[in-house]
């Protein structure tokens, strides 16, 4: 269900402190969020919200 997903709340608190907001979801369809390969490629610094089981293995060299 997209009305629980935390990437919409923190996405809204995120667009008002940052340059650029990138938000994912790997169970929700929508335009508004961005691929989940794009924010790895694209992203300086990760905040991983959710425990989804995607996230779990996430290897970047980035701060998350």
């Known amino acids: 269900d997209p009305r629980e ?3 919409y ?3 809204k608190i995120l667009m008002m402190k940052t340059r650029e907001t990138l938000c994912t979801d790997p169970y929700v369809v929508d ?3 961005t691929p989940y390969d794009e924010v ?3 992203s ?3 905040v991983i ?3 989804h089981p995607d996230y779990a293995t996430v290897d970047t060299d980035r701060p998350a």
Do not use: E, G, H, V
């Open 5 to 7: 997903s935390l990437a």
């Open 44 to 46: 300086d610094l990760l």
């Open 9 to 11: 709340k923190l996405r």
């Open 49 to 51: 919200a959710a425990p």
């Open 31 to 33: 335009d508004r969020l």
């Open 40 to 42: 790895l490629k694209r």
